[in-house]
């Protein structure tokens, strides 16, 4: 088993083998049934990788996180031998190909339909710290979920799909592209969860969500890995004319793990809701970095993230919003909520404002706080346990952003993976 | 083996002695009531029962049905069958009083039982019903946004749910109008049993017009200074808490 929380980085960049150019190119060869362009695609983000300089110490997107715990360099590269897919759809909609629906795994549809993923390059990461990572999701991604609806399109329920972690020592790259047309709506729900209680491997999930002109995109992320893991959530959400994309992403599970989530209200009247729920136990470290970029005018965003923290968990979140001059009469809100229910977590919270346009509606806030002593003894005075007490609060908490899912269906099935939390 | 039987209790709060050698036995089928003024020890005598850290005992025992209490930790405590209905009942954000409710009732069971449903909602709705609380309540969080009257009904409903063998209301009465008392008496006489000792603390005699109690005691100074039946009461009530005072100097 690898171990990753070691805490020195002396050793991270003296062996890439990422970096090694005969293991990119096995990789490559054993995708040589890929389009053309994915090949060039693929090379032109492994050269970016290798010509990238790595963070340093005193990089402002990396503040407060230990870098080294979530290094890659312990793991190898995926190779076609080794990387078989673990993952499952669920799907229940009927008249999928009828609607002209594109829902497959990543390297199923670039084999049966790549002109839908021609535009793969133009999908950006959100490039908050991780960009060299994200560069490596771009040149190894060989797992995923693509999702392309039609114009006008509804799918009435949720797609669902679960992903397994590779096997021990392993690093995969997921891909997650979903495209909603004009007027198209969609739900898609991701599941991350280990094989195992052991193995510790990487998963690395690049998304990009777009919602084009007057689209309704809804995406939900549930990371549960087991607590050997490291994961990366490099999300990019951009919501076109009067679009709408609310997304969640549920932290449960891993050892340590990083996202980065780049919501763009690209044009006007765009709406975004970004919301997150992490419960910290033992050592489990979040490090949330989060970027609202408001391009247009009348556009909205709204930002919830909330961390409830136990034993000697961490989590840390630095999020910007970005309104530029031309994003006139632009809503953009952010609130950052920590719940420390131990004197050994930790909770780092950096919230900022970058306003160039002068007639907006923007704020940010943020909270660490301990546990209410006497709303916990009023708890316990009704024989509820210390840890029944603590789960109740804890759920109390994450609540106001469940609610805000605005769809009880989806909200239920994250309260369903929160009493799993607790039932650990 | 009948009694909550409090002795000699002596207990203080960053160094300050509140409860100075405190003696009072509630025997099981009978109420008690504690008056008292501001600043007697009367919300410390009830905090100290129900188990709470910020209180340092420094002598005495508090007994309940033959078990030591104090030292106990308070989820502990309330197994045992104590309930302390709060002064100041807290807002619960995100926690529906149907599962605070539930979740107390589960911490009673064993690990690996669990509460049947239908059973369960049933008694809810029906001391719901009981007590004029509006069955949406189920589902709002505990007491937040609760005006004081839905707040202190929330609490009898509470004690009605778990049953508790002794009961203790800490000035249930405060903040009350009339209507809401009467409910909130109905509520607790409802609970009067002879497997059930209730102590119902309160500044204003005007509660005990509506649960008569069987015994009045007057607490002074962090003790029980005079006990009396329930006319004992209206006296005070007559002749204020200094005619206590005088009492006690004579």
Redesign the interface.
């Known amino acids: 088993m690898n171990s990753l929380d070691n805490g020195s980085s002396v050793n991270t960049e003296s062996v890439d083998s990422f970096a090694d150019e005969s293991l990119f190119r096995a990789f490559a060869e054993e995708r040589s049934w890929e389009p053309g362009w994915m090949a060039d695609f693929r090379k032109e983000s492994w050269e970016y990788y290798r010509a990238h300089t790595s963070p340093v110490h005193k990089d402002e997107r990396w503040r407060f996180s230990p870098q080294a715990r979530l290094s890659l360099s312990a793991f190898a590269p995926p190779s076609g031998t080794n990387d078989e897919s673990t993952s499952v759809i669920d799907s229940s909609e009927e008249d999928l190909k009828e609607k002209g629906v594109t829902l497959g795994l990543f390297s199923e549809v670039l084999l049966n339909n790549p002109t839908v993923l021609e535009g793969l390059s133009n999908l950006k990461g959100p490039n908050l710290g991780a960009d060299k990572v994200h560069f490596l999701a771009q040149a190894f991604s060989g797992h995923g979920i693509v999702l392309h609806v039609p114009k006008g399109v509804t799918l009435e329920k949720p797609i669902m799909v679960r992903h397994l972690a590779p096997p021990d020592g392993r690093v995969r790259f997921y891909r997650t592209i979903m495209i909603l047309e004009e007027g198209a709506n969609a739900t898609l729900v991701e599941t991350f969860i280990s094989p195992n209680n052991q193995d510790a491997s990487v998963v690395c999930s690049a998304a990009n969500v777009v919602a084009n002109s007057n689209a309704k995109a809804t995406r939900i992320l549930v990371q549960d890995l087991n607590r050997n893991s490291s994961f990366y959530q490099l999300d990019t959400k951009q919501a076109c004319r009067d679009a709408g994309v609310r997304c969640c992403s549920l932290h449960l599970g891993s050892a340590q793990s990083r996202f980065e989530n780049l919501a763009i209200a690209a044009e006007e009247g765009a709406e975004i809701d970004l919301l997150g729920l992490s419960v910290g136990k033992g050592t489990q470290l979040f490090d949330q970095r989060t970027r609202q970029l408001h391009l247009a005018p009348n556009g909205r965003s709204d930002l919830l993230y909330k961390n409830a923290l136990l034993d000697q968990s961490k989590a840390v979140f630095s999020g910007i919003i970005k309104v530029e001059a031309q994003a006139q009469q632009t809503d953009a809100y952010q609130t950052n909520r920590n719940l420390l229910l131990s004197p050994e977590a930790e909770a780092d919270s950096l919230p900022g404002l970058e306003i160039l346009a002068n007639e907006v509606k923007c704020s940010h806030g943020s909270t660490i706080g301990e546990i209410d002593e006497e709303q916990l003894f009023y708890l316990l005075s009704r024989g509820i346990s210390k840890a029944s007490a603590e789960e109740l609060l804890v759920n109390g908490f994450l609540d106001e952003v469940l609610k805000r899912l605005k769809n009880e269906e989806l909200a239920d099935l994250l309260r369903e993976h929160l009493k799993g939390k607790f039932s650990r | 083996m009948n009694y909550l039987e409090i002795k000699d209790l002596r207990a203080q709060i960053e160094d300050k002695e509140i409860l100075r050698g405190l003696n009072l036995t509630i025997p099981k089928g009978e109420v008690h009531a504690i008056m008292g003024p501001n600043g007697s020890g009367k919300s410390t005598l009830s905090k100290v029962l129900?188990?709470?850290?910020d209180y340092e005992v420094t002598s005495g025992s508090a007994i309940l049905d033959g078990e030591e209490i104090l030292g106990m930790?308070?989820?502990a405590?309330?197994?045992l069958g104590l309930f302390?209905a709060?002064q100041y009942?807290?807002?619960?954000?995100?926690?529906s009083i149907a599962?605070?409710?539930r979740?107390?009732l589960?911490?009673?069971l064993a690990e690996n039982e669990t509460i049947d449903a239908v059973g369960y909602y049933k008694d809810l709705y029906g001391c719901m019903d009981e007590l004029g609380i509006d069955r949406k309540f189920t589902s709002r969080?505990v007491n937040e946004g609760f005006s004081g009257g839905e707040k202190k009904r929330c609490e009898i409903l509470?004690m009605a749910m778990?049953k508790p063998k002794y009961c203790i209301l800490d000035e249930t009465d405060s903040g009350l109008d009339i209507d809401a008392l009467k409910i909130v008496a109905k509520g607790v006489n409802q609970m009067r049993n002879p497997d059930r000792g209730i102590l119902v603390i309160t500044h204003y005699q005007r509660l005990l017009e509506y649960i008569i109690p069987d015994k009045v005691h007057v607490m002074w100074e962090g003790g029980i200074a005079l006990t009396g039946g329930k006319e004992l009461a209206l006296e005070l009530e007559a002749k204020g808490y200094d005619w206590v005072r005088e009492e006690l100097v004579a």
């Open positions: 129900a188990g709470h850290e930790k308070p989820d405590i309330s197994r302390l709060f009942p807290l807002e619960v954000p995100g926690v599962n605070f409710i979740a107390a589960q911490g009673r969080s509470q778990l």
